[in-house]
């Protein structure tokens, strides 16, 4: 970690040590890490490039909405994308950074009167974490208003250009989901509507995400994917599990899809809770559910 910090000073990339997990990710929970904040996609790539030819381990991290760190804090670098955020319009096109969020995508397409992507208002991501995941709800996902993904190839250094087909989008995964691949940038193709009809859109989405999800309370969102044509929320509230808590981790009453943290959960309290979900739902079911939140340990 030395020669990384070094390296960091001498090209005037920030990092700070010791950072906790819990204070940049959504689910409030896990260690001390070593965080890297790259200013712009250069800086980006170069940091990984540092990291992958020195044998430091290291992972991208954008809104940190879908990851479990663990409590012991992660032994490498964490690489934040959150400064290359910039978002561009150019006709019925959107170009934005790995680190933007979704929601200014969301609003940029509404000040253009741009439509396709209001399925993601709400959504606390970035464009790089939504990429990775082929972030989804309400009937839309990535997959249908991607144009192209800009990426840095870990095992080449090289930075590629992927179109719709290229990156591989399947339910919550695409051909980025092996880490192989930084996301820097990605251009969205959108379709020209009307401000009033988009606004009309995001909005229900938010309010139906009020409605039903537990968001006063640090979660990760959706705990599991869903078993092919079964909600595994309501696999899991049929099981009797809404409320079932481990330390400082709870199904939530209110989704059952999600964990919350009640205040001072581990990630080991949330993993040993998800196994026991996954235990009953396989006696119960018969079926072996996955959780779409990634383990950063
Ligand atoms: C309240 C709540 C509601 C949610 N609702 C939904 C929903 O409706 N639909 C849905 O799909 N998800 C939902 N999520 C989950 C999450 O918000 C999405 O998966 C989101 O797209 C993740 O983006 P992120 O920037 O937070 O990714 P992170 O959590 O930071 O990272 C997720 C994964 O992507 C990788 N990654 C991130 N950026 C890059 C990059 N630039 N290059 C390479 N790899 C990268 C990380 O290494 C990690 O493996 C919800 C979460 C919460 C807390």
Known sequence: MNDL???LAENDI???????ASEFTT????????????KNVKELTDATRFCDTNGIKCV????GSNVLFADKGYDGAVIMTQ???????DGDFITAGCGATLISVCK??????????EFAYGIPGSVGGAVFMNAGAYGGEMKDVVEYVKAYSRKDGKIIKLNNAECGFDYRKSVFSDGEYVI??????LKPGDKKEIKAVMDDLLGRRKDKQPLNYPSAGSVFKRYPGRYTGQMIEAAGLKGYTVGGAQVSEKHAGFIINKGGASADDVLTLIDHIKTVIKEREGVIIEPEIRVID
Do not use: H, M, Q, W
Request: aromatic share 10%.
């Open 184 to 189: 820097l940038s990605t251009k969205l193709k």
């Open 27 to 38: 689910f409030r929970i896990g260690g001390e890490c070593f965080t890297v904040y790259p």
């Open 108 to 117: 940029a397409a509404l000040d253009r009167c741009l439509s396709g992507v």
């Open 5 to 7: 910090k070094k390296y």
């Open 60 to 63: 991208i991290i954008g809104c």
């Open 83 to 89: 400064g290359i955020n910039a978002v561009e319009t």
């Open 14 to 20: 920030r990092f700070t040590e010791n950072k906790k």
